[in-house]
């Protein structure tokens, strides 16, 4: 149930009520419009040579200005479309062409009297989009005013910090004369916000403390709140970011998708699927719908996006595990999980017997939550779900525990269930070298294991848990008692590519056909390929024509690969595949390539953490790279990017071996873990020392195998997956 505003005397358009932050949304609107018609009046001056703007716009994208100059008095800052949506919901166009626009499939609605069904202006409608679930957080002036006085500390939740929000923030929300920096100067002749344009360390945000200024921390997760503000009662307000629902989304398309300020929301509304539905849309997809011309055709993109089988549309035929589909291990064990159910549900099996709990780690988007739900379904039993990032959105860690006990007291009351629980990473461990927010992270643990503890004691619930990181968890989580399985969930294979596919296309395209595309789509999870067939399918009912390969392709982003990058990415693979088959026969478990990646999976060879164990698992780490050096004759960036890049993982085993593990230029002391960004001068060079050292031995190595490396490579490009045991085979009949 939505409040209404007593700031808007607005007449309910097509009798829907304003939502409370309706008002302020508008407002925040047209100073937003009105800095964007900022921007767009220096673009043209710049473009016809006012070298003055060119300076002016420069110093705005280099964040030196604020906000652009306005050449408009303040009365004119308001754009139309707000100025018409306050003051009348009457029709404005003759009944005539009223009737013939709707005819037409237009939306009457949102045409202007010109003929226009679009802004003068248009704004980026991630703005929008933004600003709306801002002012749904806040809901009114007042509360967000509240978060500019002097030592105001405001966290908001699922907000990404990024350069684009202070600017969002600057030109829409802060008030005239405000300014936002990362960090507020000792003295500034303007008020200030404090606003980080990335995640902050814990010693970041007591800096930002010990100044007065207020401060707006945006957290992109839960589990990355600091420690100072979920250690307990800290005067810090903590809000959750609104996820997109229908108000919100109503409130942008009356903005992107109409030249007055209104849509026929009447119908707009009963198109868009449910908010729980409209929040798990991913912005990708939504930005996609929104390219439909009218707000009514976005609503039905939408609801094509998320649409999904009625409940009892599939009939089951019982209890069984042959809908559990997968060829991983998790996947059998999941089947053996539920054929032990329905074994105890028959008295056949006693409870202390069987297995009744199960620990999927990955990748996000490699199918934990779905194998999950497939096992109650097999079964035949209630799901109750749950995670860290929702038990720690109810509030202080009194409130979190009160809600991870809840969670699991329904479970029990629903015996025989699965509860699944996500996100377990987010619980950290007792044992973290970050001695910040310890007390809480102490608590937090222990108050999951006093419910995993409880849970063995009852009888009929299966708990399934899922994390992307298990080397986060504490130890005590993960050894026997409190799970009694742990699977793996990696990228699907490619027979198990073909396989989803070949679920949903069978009656679409030819068997060669999937196949070709399972080849291609070969690195992307079943997550990718299930939202990639979903748009592909809608797209095609908005053009009114059959699937066809061409929008397949699309949708997977799969057009056309480019054969240059493919043969780098197969070479950089093949390197480290043959290293490491010559320096730990029998670790590689699977090459995979894709259209823009590689992977190789190998089986961990660091088991007594010896200095020659790392010595080796460096020169593998570096050996991707060496072979670009070798068969190319030149490097690409491809062994570094983000922190599970080949680089990273290296450059991490360099400082640990100094810093934690005592085989360094440290002895035998340990010093913690390294903060990568406060490496000293003499770390840094030890780390390129070291990585050189790496290369080179890689490169020696791979060297007398330059025609092995070529045809591994041309090898993989054909058939985009090698297991273990056929590179082996390959190896040695080269």
């Not at 979903?534 to 059959?546: E, G």
Request: glycine residues 8%; hydrophobic residues 40%.
């Amino acid at each position: 149930m939505t409040e209404t505003s007593p700031q808007l005397p607005l007449p309910r358009n097509n009798g829907a009520k304003r939502p409370l932050w309706w008002a302020f949304a508008q407002d925040c609107l047209a100073r937003l419009h009105a800095s964007e018609t900022d921007i767009v009046d220096l673009e043209r001056r710049a473009t016809a040579g006012d070298t003055a703007a060119v300076d002016t716009l420069m110093e705005y994208e280099g964040g030196d200005r604020p906000k652009p100059p306005s050449r408009r008095a303040a009365s004119g800052m308001q754009s139309a479309a707000v100025a018409v949506g306050r003051v009348s919901s009457a029709p404005h166009l003759p009944p005539e062409e009223w009737d013939a626009i709707a005819a037409d499939g237009g939306d009457p609605f949102a045409t202007a009297k010109d003929g226009r069904t679009r802004p003068a202006t248009p704004l980026p409608l991630s703005d929008v989009i933004l600003l709306a679930r801002l002012a749904a957080t806040f809901r009114t002036v007042d509360r967000w005013e509240a978060s500019l006085q002097p030592g105001a500390l405001t966290v908001v939740i699922g907000l990404e910090p990024t350069l684009s929000l202070g600017k969002l923030l600057t030109a829409a929300m802060l008030p005239e004369g405000w300014s936002n920096q990362s960090r507020a100067p000792r003295s500034a002749p303007h008020p200030v916000l404090q606003l980080p344009d990335r995640p902050v360390l814990e010693k970041e945000l007591e800096r930002l403390l010990h100044h007065p200024a207020p401060i707006l921390l945006p957290v992109a997760r839960q589990e990355h709140l600091p420690a100072l503000v979920g250690s307990g009662e800290t005067g810090a307000r903590v809000l959750v970011l609104e996820k997109v629902n229908a108000d919100i989304l109503l409130f942008a398309l009356s903005v992107s998708h109409s030249a007055t300020g209104r849509i026929d929301e009447e119908s707009v509304r009963s198109t868009l699927p449910d908010d729980e539905s409209l929040a798990s849309l991913e912005a990708g997809h939504l930005a996609m719908a929104c390219r439909a011309p009218t707000a009514r055709e976005v609503a039905e993109r939408i609801s094509l996006m998320t649409r999904t089988a009625p409940v009892g549309e599939v009939a089951r035929q019982g209890p069984g595990p042959v809908i559990i589909d997968g060829t991983m291990p998790a996947h059998q064990t999941a089947r053996n999980i539920v054929e032990d159910l329905a074994a105890w549900q028959a008295g056949d099996l006693d409870w202390s017997e069987m297995s009744r709990s199960l620990l999927i780690h990955g990748a996000p988007g490699t199918g934990k939550t779905y194998l999950a739900r497939q096992i109650a379904e097999a079964a035949g039993v209630g799901l109750v779900e749950g995670s860290f990032a929702d038990w720690q959105a109810a509030g202080h860690l009194g409130h979190m525990l009160a809600a991870m006990a809840k969670c699991f007291d329904e479970a029990a009351v629903k015996a025989p269930c699965v509860l699944f629980v996500d996100e377990i990473d987010a619980a950290g461990s007792r044992f973290d070298g970050d001695q910040n927010g310890m007390n809480y992270r102490v608590q937090v643990v222990n108050g999951f294991l006093q419910q995993i503890d409880r849970l063995t004691r009852t009888q009929g619930v299966i708990l399934i848990g899922a994390c992307n990181q298990i080397s986060r968890l504490d130890p005590a989580i993960t050894r026997p008692g409190r799970f009694d399985q742990i699977e793996r969930m990696p990228l699907p294979s490619l027979s198990d590519i073909r396989r989803i596919l070949g679920k949903v296309l069978t009656s679409t395209l030819p068997e060669s056909e999937i196949y070709t595309f399972a080849r291609a789509a070969v690195g992307k999870t079943p997550a990718d390929l299930d939202a990639a067939v979903r748009a592909a399918r809608a797209d095609a009912r908005r053009r009114r024509a059959p699937m066809s390969p061409g929008l397949l392709r699309k949708h997977l982003g799969i057009d056309q690969p480019n054969p240059e990058l493919l043969r780098r990415i197969a070479v950089h693979e093949a390197g480290h595949a043959i290293a490491a088959e010559l320096l730990a026969p029998g670790s590689v478990v699977k090459l995979s390539l894709s259209d823009r990646g590689g992977l190789t999976e190998r089986h961990s060879k660091l088991s007594q953490l010896t200095t020659e164990e790392i010595e080796v698992e460096l020169l593998i780490l570096m050996s991707g790279r060496a072979s670009e050096r070798l068969v190319l004759a030149s490097i690409s960036g491809g062994a570094g990017g983000d922190a599970d890049s080949d680089i990273a993982l290296a450059t991490s085993l360099v400082l640990q071996m100094d810093r934690e593990f005592g085989l360094g230029l440290n002895g035998d002391g340990w010093l913690g873990p390294a903060d990568m960004h406060r490496l000293t001068g003499d770390e840094k060079q030890r780390v390129r020392a070291k990585l050189g050292e790496a290369m080179t031995r890689a490169e020696n190595l791979l060297e007398p195998h330059l025609e092995q490396l070529g045809k591994v490579a041309t090898m993989l490009i054909n058939v985009r997956e090698l297991q273990g045991h056929e590179l082996m085979a390959s190896i040695h009949r080269l």
